[in-house]
C-alpha cells in the first residue's frame, strides 16, 4: 500500500511556471507503480493530465503536451510535475494517482488508479 501527498500548488499569472511534487510512502513505487497526474475542476469529469510507467515511460494530455512534464525520483520516492507557460484554463485541483497493476491503454483514465492524494490547487490568472 501507498500513501500519496501533493504539495506545490499555489496561485500563478498567465504565462507563468509551477512544480507539483507527490510524495509517496510506505511501498516502494519506483519500481512497481503506475503514476500519474489528474486534474479536476468542480462541475467537470477528472482529466488525466500525465502518467509515468516504471520504466520512465510517458504519456501526456493534448492539452499540456510541449508545456507540462512528468518525471519522478525514485531515490526520494517522489513524483513531479514541471507546469510551463501556464494558462486560465490550467486553474484546477491537481491529484496524483498510482497503481501498481499494468495500465495498458488506461494510463490516463482515472479507473486505472487505485491510490489517491488529497489534491492540491492551482490557480492561474490572466
Known amino acids: 500500500q501507498v500513501h500519496l501527498v501533493e504539495s506545490g500548488g499555489g496561485s500563478v499569472q498567465s504565462g507563468g511556471s509551477l512544480r507539483l511534487a507527490c510524495k509517496a510512502s510506505?511501498?516502494?513505487?519506483?519500481?512497481?507503480?503506475?503514476m500519474a497526474w489528474f486534474r479536476q475542476t468542480p462541475g467537470k469529469e477528472r482529466e488525466g493530465v500525465a502518467s509515468i510507467d516504471p520504466d520512465g515511460t510517458t504519456a501526456y494530455a493534448d492539452s499540456v503536451r510541449g508545456r507540462f512534464t512528468i518525471s519522478k525520483d525514485n531515490a526520494k520516492n517522489t513524483l513531479y510535475l514541471q507546469m510551463n507557460s501556464l494558462k486560465p484554463e490550467d486553474s484546477s485541483i491537481y491529484y496524483c494517482a498510482a497503481t501498481h497493476l499494468y495500465c495498458g491503454n488506461g494510463r490516463l483514465k482515472d479507473s486505472t488508479y487505485n491510490t489517491w492524494g488529497q489534491g492540491t490547487q492551482v490557480t492561474v490568472s490572466s
Open positions: 510506505g511501498d516502494s513505487f519506483s519500481q512497481q507503480f503506475y
